[in-house]
C-alpha cells in the first residue's frame, strides 16, 4: 500500500518537476510557475517550488494516499467479512 503510494506521488511530482523546468528554460508560463500558484519569482529557477514538491509533495501525498488506502480496505473488511470453509 504505502509502496504504490509512494510510486504514484514519486512520478506526478517528478513530472510537475519537469513542467517547471521546461517552462523556466523556454520561458513558456504554465500553471507552476504562474505567480498566483507558485512561490514568488524571486527564486532562481523556482528552486523552492521544486523542492516543495520532492519533500512535501512526495511525503505527504505518500502518507494520506496511504491513510486513505487503509481506511478504504478496514472498510471494505467490514462491510465483507471473510467467508470460513465449511468442513
Known amino acids: 500500500m504505502v509502496l504504490s503510494s509512494l510510486l504514484i506521488h514519486a512520478w506526478a511530482s517528478g513530472l510537475i518537476i519537469l513542467a517547471i523546468v521546461f517552462s523556466v528554460l523556454t520561458g513558456i508560463e504554465n500553471v507552476f510557475t504562474r505567480p498566483e500558484f507558485s512561490l514568488p519569482v524571486e527564486d532562481p529557477l ?27 480496505l478496514w472498510l471494505l473488511r467490514l462491510l465483507m467479512p471473510l467467508s470460513r470453509p465449511k468442513t
Request: with cysteine.
Open 46 to 72: 523556482h528552486l523552492r517550488h521544486i523542492y516543495g514538491h520532492l519533500t512535501f509533495g512526495i511525503g505527504w501525498g505518500t502518507l494520506s494516499g496511504s491513510a486513505v488506502g487503509c481506511l478504504l
